[in-house]
Structures are given as structure tokens and as C-alpha cells.
């Protein structure tokens, strides 16, 4: 049974940095893309990032383009996310997300896919 654990959320001023780590258990997790959705109160769950495989093609969402970077060791099962000059409107909920199918890249939401329980992002002003 796939299992996704995230960590690193806190409260930070804004401007700040935090780096959110997802560690992925129950299958080959270097035979699929990982990626980083977010839920902010009353609004749907969106894309922020995602990374392919192998680590070789990353893909962003425009608002946060710039600002923060995925990664992954797939030596530890691990995605990163890095996000710097955070704003307040990056206050939600991130949640890792690793799609059901190899070598797909998840860019919405599908309640198919494996999902973690989420790590809270709080950004002040």
C-alpha cells in the first residue's frame, strides 16, 4: 500500500522560506512522478508542482513559477519542495501527490491518485 508522509509546514513571515519534504513508502516510487498540490479554506485543491521520474522535467504552476523548486532523491523516496519569498496567499494546506499510473505527470486533482494527509503552510503578513 502506497503511503505519502509529508513534513516541514509551519508559520512564517512573509518573504520567508520553508522546505516541505513527502516521503513515499509501498511501491517503486522511482518509476512514478511526484508532485505538490495545495488547499487553501473554501477553495478547491490546486496544482503548485510537479516532477517527473527521473527528475528531469519539473513543472510549475504561474504563481508560484520562480519562487519555489521541486526535487527528488529517489534514493531516499523523497520529494522536496522549496519555496522562498513565500506571500500570503501560499497560506493552504500542501498535500504530496504521486499518480497512480507510471511515468504520468499530475497536473489536477484526481481522487484516484495517492495522496498524503497534508502539512499546513501558514504565511503571515
Known amino acids: 500500500q502506497v503511503q505519502l508522509v509529508e513534513s516541514g509546514g509551519g508559520l512564517v513571515q512573509a518573504g520567508g522560506s520553508l522546505r516541505l519534504s513527502c516521503a513515499a513508502s509501498?511501491?517503486?516510487?522511482?518509476?512514478?512522478?511526484m508532485g505538490w498540490f495545495r488547499q487553501a479554506p473554501g477553495k478547491e485543491r490546486e496544482f503548485v508542482a510537479a516532477?517527473?521520474?527521473?527528475?528531469?522535467?519539473?513543472y510549475y504552476a504561474d504563481s508560484v513559477k520562480g519562487r519555489f523548486t521541486i526535487s527528488r532523491d529517489n534514493t531516499k523516496n523523497t520529494v522536496y519542495l522549496q519555496m522562498n519569498s513565500l506571500k500570503p496567499e501560499d497560506t493552504a494546506v500542501y498535500y504530496c501527490?504521486?499518480?497512480?499510473?507510471?511515468?504520468?505527470?499530475?497536473?489536477?486533482?484526481?481522487?484516484?491518485?495517492?495522496w498524503g494527509r497534508g502539512t499546513q503552510v501558514t504565511v503571515s503578513s
Open positions: 516532477i517527473n521520474w527521473s527528475g528531469a522535467r519539473t
Open positions: 509501498g511501491r517503486t516510487s522511482s518509476l512514478y512522478a
Open positions: 501527490n504521486q499518480p497512480r499510473i507510471a511515468m504520468v505527470v499530475a497536473t489536477t486533482a484526481n481522487e484516484n491518485d495517492y
